[in-house]
């Protein structure tokens, strides 16, 4: 009700007493003057019952009677930042890119042992398939790594792997390079070169002194054809790396399913002398690599693709328009 009355006498008390002066012992003196300068009262604080204002600011400028926000301790505030950066660090490991230790030797030199890479996890979500020449991580198939010694690690290794900083020691993944995809057919004569649907592979990271094929009769002969939904994968170091080649005795013969990949490598992010990207070697990019019916299959694909390609910047410059 006090604001309600301030209005009431702001807006009539200013005429009713614009003709007189107010007396010491005129009953409306207090509220005359009040009535002069209610609105900066108003604008500057509250008003209590006596005139007196209860807030805003002072003459000068400073700010009285107003209650000031203490500002949050930082330590108070660092464990919400630790928890949003770990809650952060999850998102980024379970669906964009999670960091893998190479533990072997099988992929010199493109790869040396104690090697972290960076692991792409995004694109499978939309649907991609791993292609020819990329070095992909998979989950174990079936037992590939039978025999291997499991790691013990340390705590501060279990926090860096449950953040996606270091790989779990229960997870058994591998790291190799995709020879063949679903429909391809791939060879190994003699010692080499390897042959993908008869193109002969110019491969310069096979590590040197190695042969494209090997010469014994555990594996290192072949002639398979890939099923759709698989890939057939070989390590760079082709004399020193268990693979498809050695596995063919496995439930998938050798073959990795689609569904066991983990992500594409993109690049080596430790040591830092050794940063680069991984990408895929030239000779994959070869004409006449495809089969007919992968170039079939592609160009039932491309136009579907090129015609949304084309459709989004019409629908923008539609929307503009509008």
Known sequence: MGDVAVGARSGQGGEEHRGRSAGPGDPDAGHAAFSGSDERAVEDGGVNEDGTRTGGQGPDGSE????????RSFWKELPILIGIALVLALLIKTFLVQAFSIPSDSMQNTLQQGDRVLVDKLTPWFGSEPERGE?????????????????????LQKALSFIGLMPSAEEKDLIKRVIGVGGD?????????????????????????????????????FK????????????????????????????NQGFVPVDKVVGRAVV??????????????????????NT??????ALTVAPPALALAGAVPFALWRR???
């Open 64 to 71: 009285k009677d107003r209650p000031k926000k203490q500002q």
């Open 135 to 155: 070095v992909v991580v998979f989950h174990d198939p079936d037992n590939w790594l039978a025999g291997e010694p499991t790691p013990d690690p340390n705590a």
């Open 185 to 221: 057919t791939v060879e190994c004569k003699g010692t080499g070169p390897l042959k993908v649907n008869g193109k002969a592979l110019n491969e310069p990271y096979v590590y040197p002194g190695n042969t494209p094929c090997s010469q014994d009769d555990q594996g290192g002969q």
């Open 224 to 251: 398979v054809k890939v099923p759709e939904g698989h890939i057939w994968v070989m390590g760079d170091h082709r004399q020193n790396s268990r693979d498809s080649r050695y596995n063919t005795a496995d439930e």
């Open 268 to 289: 080596i992010a430790w040591p830092i002398n050794r940063w680069t990207n991984l990408p895929v070697p030239d000779t994959f990019d070869q004409p006449g690599l």
């Open 292 to 297: 007919p019916a992968q170039d079939a299959a």
């Open 320 to 322: 503009r328009r509008a």
